[in-house]
Every structure is written in C-alpha cells, then in structure tokens.
C-alpha cells in the first residue's frame, strides 16, 4: 500500500476516475436492492449514480488531456488511509436507514479525499477540478434531498416507511415474540413443577434454566430453518434464528433467575410476579406491532399462561 502523499498527480487522478465508477455502482446497487420495497429511494440512488459517472467523465477527460489513454489501476485498497467498506449493496434485503446512511458517509469520505488531493497538486487545472468536484460531492447532500423532494413525495415516503415498518416486524419483532411467548409460557411448567415437587429453589432453578437454554437452541434452528426470507421477506434466517433463540432465553429466565433467592416462598412470589410482567409485555407487543387489540391479545396470552402455570404446580403438588 502507498500513501496518500506518496502518489503523484497521474495517480491520484487515475484513483479519482475508479472511486467515482465504484461509487457509482454502488449506489446501482442501492437503487437495484430497494427497488422493490422502496421505488421511489431506487430512484433518488439512480440519479444520485449517474451524477457519480459525470464526475468520472469529466475526471478522465482531464486524466487523457495530462497523461494520455493509459489509466493506472488505482484503488482505494491500494493507498494507506481509506476506510473499508463493507459490502452493504450486496446484502438483501437492504436497510434503508443503513443505505442512507452508509451514502453520507460516501460523500463526506469523497469531498475530503478531493480537498486533499487538491491542496497536494500543482497543476492549476487538476487543482480547480478537484475543488468543484469537493464541493460537488458536498453539494450530493443537497442533491439527494432536493431529489428526495421531487421523487420521495409525501404519500411515497409514507408508503416506504410502511414497507420500512413491515419488514421490521418481519424480521425482528414476530420472531422475538414467538420466541418470548415460548420461552416465557413452555417452561413455566416444569419450572413450577419442580419447584412444588422440591421446595428446593437451587434444584428449582437448575430446572429452570436447563428448561429456557434448552429451548432457545431448540428455537434458533427451528426458526432459522422455517425458511430462508427470499419468498416471504422476512429477512436472513441467521438472524431471525438468533432473534427468536435470544427472546426465547430470556422469557425463561426472567421467571428462573427469582429461585437464586434461598427462601422457597419469597423466591415463588418473585417469579409470578415476574410471569404476571412477561404475560402483561408480550400483550402490549402483539397489540403495538401485530394490530392485535389489547384486551384480546391479553386474554389470549394470559388465559395460555395460566393454564400452563397450574399444570405446572398441578403435576408438581401430586
């Protein structure tokens, strides 16, 4: 790797000229993976890519003036100094936030690339084009919300944030409350029935936490496996799996973790107490995010529980 202030002004032209094309593609590839959910963002990173190829054009046409048609293979990988990208174009479905995100920063890292490569140059002509392209690519900020005015209208952008909000729950919130529903209502059984069997809270809470690792593994598979998001959009089956897994986890715990309390009676009181908060949690989230109304989603969740609950103590009492 060479460093920045090692390059001559053939170079670092030539590394202008493939920054612009990568950039460019880039943002083809923005505008390929939300064209589908997010039409009208597909179209701002469509503009936004062809702005980047007038900029090389106009970089190679001075490059051919100075040097001639031969263009060195630079790349930001070859110069010490350059942040790497990870490759978020190629993942999908993509983020929007993320996507905007990650172009703000392209922009911020090429105009500070252009003022220094400007002020490292001789020539008068190099020099005056790699200021307008610094303050061109300062200017994309503006660009992308003056074209986010004209193409991201009003009932677009509601109906991406929709889309946004969709694929949210697709990918985050049903998988980390099935997993919060199983794990906090299938190991209130044997947790209770080991606790009225024993009276022991040590043995109660082995039960318990053997019961909720157990069936969060159980869970990562079973969701990661259900399918692999390419048809129903829900998103890269590693993280669903993990979501649920982790939800899965922690809703047994929650009620596990009380029966550390040496008093078997004390320890009992907190873990219903925290089973009654459970139940109450993943009420309010079916109704917020699964357009369940509150008192149906809380009669369902509650009346399930308690079931469980008495089975549990039930089995453990005889």
């Known amino acids: 790797m060479k460093r920045f202030s090692e390059l001559t002004e053939q170079e670092i032209i030539a590394l202008a000229i493939t920054n612009e094309e990568e950039d460019s593609r880039i943002y083809r590839g923005f505008a390929e993976?939300?064209?589908?959910?997010?039409?009208?963002?597909?179209?701002?990173?469509?503009?936004?890519?062809?702005?980047?190829?007038?900029h090389r054009s106009m970089l190679f046409d001075l490059y051919r003036t100075k040097f001639g048609e031969y263009l060195p293979l630079i790349r930001r990988q070859d110069v010490r100094g350059f942040i790497q990208k990870k490759p978020l174009w190629l993942m999908h479905p993509l983020n929007l936030d993320e996507v905007r995100k990650f172009a703000e920063n392209m922009e911020y890292e090429a105009a500070r690339f252009y003022r220094r490569a400007a002020e490292t140059t001789r020539d008068a002509s190099v020099r005056q084009l790699l200021v307008e392209l610094a303050?061109?690519?300062?200017?994309?900020?503006?660009?992308?919300?003056?074209?986010?005015?004209?193409?991201?209208?009003?009932?677009?952008?509601?109906?991406?944030?929709?889309?946004?909000?969709?694929?949210f729950v697709l990918q985050y919130v049903q998988p980390g409350l099935a997993g919060l529903m199983d794990g906090s209502v299938s190991t209130l059984a044997p947790l209770f029935a080991a606790a009225f069997a024993t009276h022991s809270t040590w043995e109660t809470f082995l039960v318990g936490l053997a019961a909720s690792v157990g069936a969060g593994?159980?869970?990562?598979?079973?969701?990661?496996?259900?399918?692999?998001?390419?048809?129903?959009?829900?998103?890269?089956?590693?993280?669903?799996?993990?979501?649920?897994?982790?939800?899965t986890a922690i809703g047994g715990l929650g009620h596990t973790l009380p029966y550390l309390i040496p008093n078997f009676w004390t320890a009992t009181a907190f873990a219903i107490a925290v089973v009654a908060v459970e139940l109450v949690a993943i009420s309010y989230i079916r109704h917020r995010f699964m357009d369940t109304p509150f008192l149906a989603a809380t009669f369902q969740v509650v009346v399930g529980g308690t079931l469980v609950f008495v089975a549990g103590i039930l089995i453990g009492s005889s």
Do not use: W
């Open 33 to 54: 993976g939300l064209r589908q959910t997010y039409p009208a963002s597909a179209e701002v990173f469509d503009e936004m890519a062809e702005e980047e190829v007038r």
């Open 135 to 167: 303050e061109a690519e300062v200017e994309h900020e503006s660009l992308a919300h003056k074209l986010g005015q004209q193409i991201l209208t009003p009932s677009a952008r509601a109906n991406e944030d929709e889309a946004a909000r969709r694929m």
């Open 217 to 247: 593994i159980s869970m990562v598979f079973a969701e990661a496996l259900s399918d692999d998001g390419s048809l129903t959009g829900r998103g890269a089956p590693v993280v669903r799996g993990v979501v649920c897994g982790v939800m």
